[in-house]
């Protein structure tokens, strides 16, 4: 053995004596402490909890993440929806103005939906109305109560548009001529002597009642002039239609009610005629399409703003009148509106057509009367009659309008 390999070994053996005791020493005073504090006293450590795990983020706040994180990309989005959105709303509106309304026929080609217009016959409003069903191909029939009104519809030379004569004067008379009208539904007809047969189908009933009347006050007009209003305006509306109403109910036709709502929502002075006949028309529908919904009919109120009537804006050029400001709807868009309640399974219970209906109606129902009568300038009872005609007070369909309003204003 060498030496530096005792001397190794000896330092080794030193080095864990010297351990030993210094674990001995540990040791007794270790014991000596337990033998002088209480057990009870002895301060347990409590193991460190572990950390706690969030919860999953939602939805929300993981698009709401990455919304914040993608700002760029969410705008580029976000337009690209909104502009998508426009073009294809515009569009589709587009479409619907473009695609052809045409009636239904039957396999031989024979027309076989049936229309009643019932109401002012004479009237360009009117008169427009069932010439357009006709050439969409319905058989348009218009109801006469007068040998006058009835040759007026035959001058029209349409082999698909013919009077309806109905004598409301006499009830039983009425009842007799409506009866060859419901047997024209029921049998069968035919286009020509080999074609298969096929029934007429009864679309519609469209009332067109006259609710114009000069311009008075109410301290001038008589009792026999209200009675004779009333009579002509609302009352054979309401005959007419009790008249019809079975047949309207066996063929489940839809109800079609066109008043011009302007100065009925406006209420200006010297229309209380218009506004009463407007009113009672108003609550007569409601309560009529209250009851034939029980039915299963359906009454649409067309509530009409100002329309472009080509004949009457042609008279009114030739009177050397001055064009209105505000451009009024074309006759189309009423024609159309028509069309799509008659042949829609759910229409509309209210539509709006023509400049001003909708607007009209908001501002009648909901504001003030002082604002509205301060708008027309009526507050200070400027004398209209006097220093402007009747006919300018009134739109293409004889109803107020914007122009006059900021005229009088």
């Not at 529908?285 to 703003?305: D, I, N, P």
Request: glycine share 4%; proline share 5%; hydrophobic share 40%.
């Amino acid at each position: 053995m060498t030496d530096a390999q005792h001397l190794f070994d000896y330092a080794r053996k030193q080095f864990n004596e010297i351990a030993d005791d210094v674990e001995r020493h540990f040791e007794l005073v270790a014991g000596q402490l337990r033998e002088w504090i209480p057990a009870d006293k002895i301060v347990r450590m409590n193991p460190r909890p572990a950390a706690q795990r969030l919860p999953p983020p939602t939805t929300y706040q993981a698009v709401q993440r990455w919304v914040s994180t993608h700002r760029a990309l969410t705008i580029g989005a976000v337009c690209f929806l909104v502009t998508g959105s426009i073009g294809t709303l515009v569009h589709i509106k587009s479409q619907q103005h473009k695609r052809k309304r045409r009636a239904r026929k039957s396999a031989s080609g024979a027309r076989t939906d049936v229309v009643v217009v019932a109401g002012a016959v004479a009237n360009p409003l009117t008169s427009a109305l069932y010439l357009d069903l006709e050439r969409r191909g319905f058989v348009v029939y218009v109801v006469a109560n007068t040998i006058e009104e009835e040759h007026y519809v035959r001058t029209q030379s349409r082999a698909d548009l013919l009077p309806l004569h109905l004598d409301l004067v006499n009830p039983f008379t009425a009842q007799e001529q409506l009866g060859l009208f419901q047997q024209l539904l029921a049998r069968e007809h035919r286009a020509f002597q080999e074609a298969e047969p096929h029934h007429l189908n009864f679309v519609g009933f469209i009332i067109v009642p006259d609710t114009q009347s000069t311009l008075a006050r109410i301290e001038d007009i008589s009792s026999e002039e209200w009675s004779d209003y009333l009579n002509a305006k609302v009352l054979n509306t309401i005959a007419t239609t009790q008249l019809f109403l079975p047949s309207i109910t066996e063929h489940k036709a839809k109800i079609i009610l066109l008043t011009p709502s302007v100065t009925p929502s406006l209420k200006p002075p010297m229309h209380a005629v218009e506004s009463t006949v407007y009113g009672a028309l108003e609550g007569f529908t409601s309560s009529l399409a209250a009851e034939m919904r029980q039915e299963g009919v359906t009454v649409s109120h067309f509530k009409l703003g100002n329309i472009d009537v080509p004949s009457v804006t042609a008279k009114q050029r030739r009177e050397g009148q001055s064009a209105p400001q505000l451009k009024a709807t074309p006759l189309r868009r009423l024609h159309e509106s028509v069309f799509d309640a008659l042949v829609s399974k759910r229409p509309r219970r209210t539509w709006h057509v023509g400049r001003g209906s909708l607007a009209y109606d908001i501002i009648g129902n909901w504001m003030p009367a002082g604002i509205v009568g301060w708008m027309m300038g009526t507050s200070r009872r400027p004398n209209v009659v006097e220093e402007v005609k009747e006919e300018d007070l009134r739109s293409s369909q004889e109803s107020l309008t914007w122009e006059k309003v900021e005229q009088e204003t």
